[in-house]
């Protein structure tokens, strides 16, 4: 580790992310880093920023509904090297199919709010 790189404790990286310092540590020891985080002498979490980005990107899956058996999958593939960039990319891109109907299903659910919501607003200007 560089010893010009900023370190980050895990409130900073807690507050960075939005997730909880309780997030993050399970995170650890759900064996979702791709390596070990870092630990000063007194043995507080020493976080890089390529530590940070990883975590950045572990949410981004799990707020795509990813569980965290498939996030598991993916890490030890990663771990695993360059001969894993197609088993990487084809775990990625069926999640992608996934989210892509989510999405799909949320927009039309907006669009069925928008029309109740300009339904009701319709109805109240007839009564004014």
Known sequence: MSMTQELLSIS???EATGLTAHTLRYYERAGLMLHAVDR???QHRRYSQSDLNWIVFLSRLRSTS???AR???YVELVRQGDDTVEARRD???LHR???AAQLETITQ???AIDYKITTYAT???GRS
């Open 71 to 73: 996030m598991l999958e």
């Open 40 to 42: 000063a002498s007194s």
């Open 91 to 93: 775990l990625l891109m």
């Open 12 to 14: 900073e990286v807690a």
């Open 123 to 125: 109805m109240k200007a």
């Open 109 to 111: 659910s907006l669009e």
């Open 97 to 99: 199919i996934s989210v």
């Open 66 to 68: 990813m569980p965290i």
